[in-house]
């Protein structure tokens, strides 16, 4: 079992910046893929961006040139850079761990984006 845990998240003013991590750790053999998905109140989880192991990284259409995925594999770390933060980006934003077919997911962590 994989646990996942999540840090970076908080309030910041339009046009800022945050950077998000995740921590994964417990039984990790064959990561395939690691990256973010977010949801704000009354809508569907979506992709934010996602490192797919011999692939390549993927990001939502609405964060392509803001934001920026990176890992660390040595430490089975993921990190998401945030820039050019809007209100619309305010959401729970969740770690995502894929090991062959099995997903696991952090506890999610709270971006705010004030006006």
């Known amino acids: 079992q994989v646990q996942l845990v999540e840090s970076g998240g908080g309030l910041v003013q339009a046009g800022g910046s945050l950077r998000l991590s995740c921590a994964a750790s417990?039984?990790?053999?064959?990561?395939?893929?690691m990256g973010w998905y977010r949801q704000a109140p009354g809508k569907q989880r979506e992709l934010v961006a996602i490192?797919?192991?011999?692939?390549?990284?993927n990001y939502g259409d609405s964060v392509k040139g803001r934001f920026t995925i990176s890992r660390d594999p040595g430490a089975n770390k993921v990190y998401l850079q945030m820039n050019s933060l809007k209100p619309e980006d305010t959401a729970v934003y969740y770690c995502?761990?894929?090991?062959?077919?099995?997903?696991?997911w952090g506890q999610g962590t709270q971006v705010t984006v004030s006006s």
């Open positions: 490192i797919i192991s011999a692939v390549g990284t």
């Open positions: 995502y761990y894929l090991e062959g077919s099995l997903p696991s």
């Open positions: 417990g039984s990790i053999s064959n990561i395939n893929a």
